[in-house]
């Protein structure tokens, strides 16, 4: 496969990885990354379990929150079950809790809460800070492929991973960990959309968002330390992942992603980031922990 495939096959192909399959009032399976290797990307286990609990909400609930821990990482190319506990169902909120299981082992859970729309007291203390727009950044694409030419020793994983097409268009002003040996101060931004179309549910936007929320932030944390996993230099994985949505957005539109890790040490990251709109709305808030160790040898 090349990155010239048509946008909006790229886009279907990410709407069906995030369709879960019913199996039961509350059982479902996640369908495999096609051409997918090595470790899952934990952003997949997230939105798929998302979606999982967005079946089996009340009619008119809408999730505002998610937290997830990460317990193994999970493997490419093998599906992945989802069983779902109803633990809570009121008027204006409901819980559901979501227990991801890939042969026989629990990879991941995740409990989702559930509201019914109401309007409330407003205020917000965010502003979108002021970077490039995405109509005038070079396409995430061609950064990849220009980084994986700068490397002198590349493994068929990473080549595999680098290269494979990908139906989320990331554009960024700055350079990501991966790519610089700077040390520089632990804050990125990024802007993310699909780069297809997709459907009107608001459902597949919320684990769209979800999904692409794993992008760009456990690496913030490697930022002052001038070090990258690419490089073979860290070791790292996600252990835990909480997620805030406060107004819908469209995930096929341009999103700002702004991250910032405000600590590292005993082996662990700790991140932050928010995510607006193009108006300068603040749409969502992201917060997770991660491992974060030198690999073996550096």
């Excluded at 998610?66 to 317990?71: E, G, M, N, T």
Aim: aromatic share 8%; net charge negative; with cysteine.
């Amino acid at each position: 496969m090349s990155d010239t495939l048509n946008p909006a096959e790229l886009t279907q192909s990410l709407v069906e990885l995030l369709t879960v399959k019913r199996d039961g009032e509350h059982l479902f399976t996640g369908s495999v990354q096609p051409g997918g290797v090595g470790r899952m990307f934990g952003g997949q286990v997230v939105a798929q379990a998302l979606q999982a609990a967005q079946h089996t909400a009340p009619e008119g609930m809408e999730a505002h929150s998610l937290h997830a821990y990460f317990l193994r990482g999970g493997k490419e190319g093998v599906p992945i079950e989802y069983r779902v506990e109803a633990d809570f169902d009121g008027r204006s909120f409901a819980n559901r809790r979501a227990v991801a299981s890939q042969e026989g082992s629990a990879i991941l859970n995740l409990t989702a809460s559930f509201q019914q729309p109401e309007d409330g007291l407003e205020h917000v203390d965010a502003e979108m800070p002021e970077v490039t727009s995405p109509e005038d950044l070079e396409p995430d694409a061609e950064v990849r492929r220009r980084f994986l030419d700068s490397l002198d020793d590349v493994s068929d994983v990473q080549r595999a991973m680098f290269e494979r097409p990908r139906p989320i268009e990331i554009r960024s002003p700055c350079a990501m960990h991966w790519m610089s040996t700077e040390k520089r101060p632990p804050r990125t931004y990024s802007w993310f959309r699909t780069v297809g179309t997709l459907p009107d549910d608001p459902r597949i936007h919320r684990a769209v968002i979800a999904y692409a929320s794993d992008y760009t932030l456990l690496g913030t944390a490697a930022l002052p330390h001038g070090l990258s996993w690419a490089r073979g230099e860290l070791k790292g994985a996600s252990l835990d992942h909480a997620l805030w949505f406060h107004r819908p957005a469209r995930a096929d539109e341009w999103l700002l992603y702004a991250t910032e890790s405000p600590w590292s040490g005993a082996g662990r990251g700790f991140n932050q980031g928010r995510i607006f709109d193009c108006s300068g709305r603040l749409v969502a808030s992201v917060a997770q922990e991660g491992v974060i160790r030198l690999a073996k040898g550096k």
